[in-house]
Structures are given as structure tokens and as C-alpha cells.
Antibody, heavy 117, light 108 residues
Framework: QVQLVQSGADLKKPGASVRVSCKAS????????IHWVRQAPGQRLEWMGW????????RYSQKFQGRVTITRDTSANTAYMELSSLRSEDTAVYFC??????????WGQGTTVTVSS | EIVLTQSPGTLSLSPGERATLSCRAS???????LAWYQQKPGQAPSLLIY???NRATGIPDRFSGSGSGTDFILTISRLEPEDFAVYYC?????????FGQGTKLEIK
């Protein structure tokens, strides 16, 4: 079945970077876009950006431009989201989601990132 | 950026009752590209409705969506115990994609 499996929870200090992975299975990885969405405690879902897993093109939310980098490894069917210069407000659950006809139809289980000194 | 405002923030109803959730956009949503997602505690969101009124695969017909322009509605005709969750609207017609703040549907 179609699945996105994300890496485990992470604890980072302010100023550090975090990389979250999202491994796809059950479909042809390179035929779809992967989005990254985060959910901070008590906040609404927030779109961060996407990557076209086929050609590697990316698009980022202006809010995260300069701090977020989304990449993919087609040999491993895996997408990655790296967020740098972490601050406490980046404490959130980070989700990857597959794009099908502009809809986020399959989601990863989420990765909790905690930023604390 | 399009801001989506959902109301009410919390809706308390009993199983078997009808639920009506609202989503209002700060500007017209292009092509009625409006989706609804359900999220249960500790889980990722899951797609319910797309294109304002189309049910996603496997979604029961007690869920229905309507609306266009700036005003959208999600209706659950007869609540089942598994329907109590948080519901988010999302517009995907313009970048950045944005979500509403959510409506929590709780058991009365």
C-alpha cells in the first residue's frame, strides 16, 4: 500500500539544524510531488514547501525561504526537509504529504521536533 | 496570502446529530480549490473533501461539502462516534497553500 514513513523524533538546541526524512513506498516516487507541512502546538497547519521528486524542482513558502531546504534521493525513494537556525518557535510536528492532482492525499505519520536549550 | 477562518472553534454535538462547519476565505478561492481534512489525536490529517464538494475515495456519504468564492461548508449529516475529531479547511488554488485554524468536533 502507499506509505510515507518519517524519521523519528528529534531534540535540537537553538541555532542548530534538523533534517527530517520521508521514505515513500507502494508507488512510483518520481511521479509525484512531496509537500512538507508543520503543526506547532496549538497552531494551524502550515505549508512549508514542496519538491518535485522527479526533476528535483522545489518551491518554498516565503516564511521559510532561506531557512528550509527540501531535497530527495531517488535511489532511496526518500525526501528530506532541513530547517536551519532553529528557534523555540520551530518546535512542532513536521509532516510530509504526497501531492496527487494538487491534493495532499497520503501523509507521513509526523515527526516531532523539539527545540530547547 | 489567503487567510481561512473557520467557525465555530469548538462544536459540541451528540452522535446522530447533524454538524455544520464553516470556512471563510479572505479572498475568493480560485476554482473552488478548497479541501477539508479530518485529524484525530496523534494522527496525520486525512483528506475528506476536495474541489469544495467532492468526497475523497472511501469517504462515507454522510460527509458533504458545499460553497464557492469565499464561503464554504462541511456538513456531516448524522454523526458517528468516529467522526469526533478536528476538521481543517485548506485552499490549494494559490500559493502559499493555507489552512484554517480548525474546528474541534467534540461529543456533548
Amino acid at each position: 500500500q502507499v506509505q510515507l514513513v518519517q524519521s523519528g523524533a528529534d531534540l535540537k538546541k537553538p541555532g542548530a539544524s534538523v533534517r527530517v526524512s520521508c521514505k515513500a513506498s507502494g508507488y512510483t516516487f518520481t511521479k509525484y510531488i512531496i509537500h512538507w507541512v508543520r503543526q506547532a502546538p496549538g497552531q494551524r497547519l502550515e505549508w512549508m514547501g514542496w519538491i518535485n521528486a522527479g526533476d528535483g524542482n522545489t518551491r518554498y513558502s516565503q516564511k521559510f525561504q532561506g531557512r528550509v531546504t527540501i531535497t530527495r534521493d531517488t535511489s532511496a525513494n526518500t525526501a528530506y526537509m532541513e530547517l536551519s537556525s532553529l528557534r523555540s518557535e520551530d518546535t512542532a510536528v513536521y509532516f510530509c504529504a504526497r501531492d496527487s492532482l494538487s491534493l495532499m492525499d497520503v501523509w507521513g505519520q509526523g515527526t516531532t521536533v523539539t527545540v530547547s536549550s | 496570502e489567503i487567510v481561512l477562518t473557520q467557525s465555530p472553534g469548538t462544536l459540541s454535538l451528540s452522535p446522530g446529530e447533524r454538524a455544520t462547519l464553516s470556512c471563510r476565505a479572505s479572498q475568493s478561492v480560485s476554482g473552488s480549490y478548497l479541501a477539508w481534512y479530518q485529524q484525530k489525536p496523534g494522527q496525520a490529517p486525512s483528506l475528506l473533501i476536495y474541489g469544495a464538494s467532492n468526497r475523497a475515495t472511501g469517504i462515507p456519504d454522510r460527509f458533504s461539502g458545499s460553497g464557492s468564492g469565499t464561503d464554504f461548508i462541511l456538513t456531516i449529516s448524522r454523526l458517528e462516534p468516529e467522526d469526533f475529531a478536528v476538521y481543517y479547511c485548506q485552499q490549494y488554488g494559490s500559493s502559499p497553500r493555507t489552512f484554517g485554524q480548525g474546528t474541534k468536533l467534540e461529543i456533548k
